[in-house]
């Protein structure tokens, strides 16, 4: 079991207050996302949750029980650190066996844990290295079974993936996603990258300046995004979003349109603009386009279609995928 | 000369005296470093800051009271006593290079060994000071040397029972005249150990004294 419950934590470096009271629970055996721009306090909530940080004020419950005040090791957590925190001077065998060896296990079991880990993570071949000697994929993933080896309640990832190249992060990600599948164990990930939120989540908590913006699963945050800083935040490109009198003609103050919910013409339209960049990723078209009101706007077209730099194109929204925001920017 | 005065009973007590003042102070030092390393608190930089200015008052402010003091306790010409004296006053430099080398270990490794369910002991003995290893050994080194060659406690303290090597040359410049040929060959064989591992440990002693010098 690992359902993780916080009430009304507070945080606080001297007078800064870096989460002013959050309220959140994570039921055993999902896995949630949290997700924000830098220095939202993503980080600092999880380093709560873990114990590496005194909360101020409010509690912290993991299955009912109270572990505010109790240190990381009893917490029965396990984390992964973005730096991957392995110890240098030990083998890959000792590194993942350290846990055991500290909860004083029989050496018999550890060593049947660290194979098992170790034939999870396919990291056979290199028990007897040390970390020195290994690239960042094989590293991050010792920092995993030496997490995975204690059987926790709960694993906290703090930006694991954020000093790995652009194809290994995609390979870890489906890597820790699967782990997620076959453990079925809570697991608490941070992040800024979007993606990551999107494509691991069961639940995304959307954290700004440490408040809970939204929790909900990926796809509700993309389908209803409760005010406009998460409609900006989820989804890649960014939702556009245009104020004045066309969203007037929505009947808001303010209207958010995605780049995949636009259609193009390159004869009429509800709004004319001219091409700035067009990006050919081959698989789509993402048109960067000054519209003629003075917005700038991004839209993705097939990777066939034939606009560049200083053409005239039309862009209609999809009527059913405007969004519209109030003047406070909550959704209308 | 092994005649007029022991050799070996003034070369043991350079040794004992030497690493056992630096092991006391390491005892000290290792937590007091780890504390400021790793949970520095707003006074931090300035108790270091006052840590070394200790180390530029002049020793002789300090000779009366320590020797009155050691008088009333019995540790004049002891072991101990000079070991004591000479823990204190190296400590400053002690806990700074350890300071320095504990600033260079990433704290989420520590943190790492904590989630791991390693207690502060723990953390200290399997984690920080197997990194922190070849810091220390030259801290040792240097300690060592500096113990080895420290003269005006040592001379001031001990007599004859507890008076290591440069007790041992201070011995030939007597009221009774300088004897050169005597005082040049007692130098030399006190000089003579500590040169020796000095030689075989630069490599160490280079790196320890340049440390942190160049990110």
Redesign the interface.
């Known amino acids: 079991m690992g359902r993780i419950t916080l009430e009304n934590v507070r945080k606080a470096f001297g007078d800064v207050e870096v989460i002013p009271g959050v309220d959140l629970t994570i039921e055993d055996g999902e896995f949630a996302v949290f997700v924000g721009p830098s220095g939202c306090g993503k980080s600092t909530l999880l380093r709560l949750i873990?114990g590496?940080e005194d909360v101020t004020s409010g509690r912290i419950l993991i299955d009912g029980q109270d572990v505010t005040a109790a240190?990381?090791?009893r917490r029965r957590?396990?984390?992964v650190?973005?730096?991957y925190?392995?110890?240098?001077?030990m083998s890959v065998r000792k590194n993942i066996a350290?846990?055991l060896k500290?909860?004083k296990m029989p050496e018999a079991e550890q060593q049947r844990r660290v194979a098992k880990a170790a034939r999870i993570l396919n990291l056979d071949s290199y028990l007897d290295r040390r970390p020195g000697q290994l690239s960042g994929g094989q590293r991050q993933r010792v920092a995993i079974g030496?997490a995975i080896v204690?059987e926790p309640e709960a694993f906290l990832f703090d930006e694991p993936l954020s000093n790995l190249d652009a194809a290994l992060r995609v390979n870890m990600r489906v890597e820790i996603s699967q782990l997620h599948n076959n453990l079925k164990t809570t697991m608490v990930y941070v992040t800024h990258d979007q993606v990551e939120a999107m494509t691991m989540a069961d639940k995304i908590v959307v954290l700004r300046a440490g408040r809970v913006e939204q929790v909900g699963s990926p796809l509700a945050l993309y389908n209803k995004p409760a005010n406009k800083f998460v409609a900006g935040f989820i989804g890649s490109p960014n939702m556009n979003f245009i104020d004045g009198e066309a969203a007037a003609r929505h009947g808001a103050h303010s209207i958010g349109v995605r780049p995949e919910h636009w259609r193009l013409s390159t004869t009429e339209g509800a709004f004319a603009g001219q091409v700035g960049v067009a990006e050919h990723l081959g698989s789509d078209t993402f048109l960067h386009v000054d519209l003629d009101g003075g917005a700038h706007v991004i839209a993705r077209a097939s990777g066939e279609f034939p606009v560049s730099h200083g053409d005239r194109i039309w862009l209609t929204p999809q009527d059913d995928r405007v969004y519209r925001f109030d003047k406070q920017g909550l959704a209308a | 000369m092994q005649e007029r005065s022991n050799y070996f009973r003034h070369f043991m007590n350079s040794v004992v005296i030497s690493i056992g003042s630096t092991l006391l102070g390491l005892l000290v030092a290792v937590p007091a470093a780890w504390s400021m390393a790793f949970q520095p608190t707003r006074r931090t930089k300035d108790l270091l800051m006052w840590m070394l200015s200790t180390k530029m008052m002049p020793a002789v402010g300090v000779l009366i009271p320590i020797y009155i003091l050691f008088q009333r306790a019995g540790l004049l010409d002891n072991r101990f006593g000079v070991m004591v004296v000479l823990m204190l006053m190296n400590l400053p430099i002690i806990v700074w290079m350890l300071y320095t080398y504990f600033r260079e270990i990433?704290g989420?490794?520590l943190?790492?060994?904590?989630?791991?369910?390693?207690?502060l002991w723990?953390e200290i003995r399997?984690?920080l000071t197997?990194?922190a290893v070849p810091g220390i050994a030259s801290t040792m080194l240097l300690n060592i040397i500096l113990a080895w060659n420290e003269a005006f406690w040592t001379l001031n303290l001990t007599a004859s029972k507890a008076a290591p090597l440069t007790a041992f040359i201070a011995s030939y410049s007597s009221p009774e005249g300088l004897f050169y040929a005597k005082l040049s060959a007692a130098s030399t064989m006190a000089i003579a150990p500590i040169l020796v591992m000095g030689w075989f440990s630069q490599k160490q002693l280079v790196r320890g004294l340049t440390f942190g010098a160049v990110k």
């Open positions: 873990a590496l240190p990381p090791a957590l396990a984390m650190f973005q730096s925190a392995l110890y240098p001077h350290f846990p500290m909860a030496r204690r | 990433p989420e490794i943190e790492a060994a904590r989630m791991d369910g390693a207690g723990n399997h984690v197997p990194m």
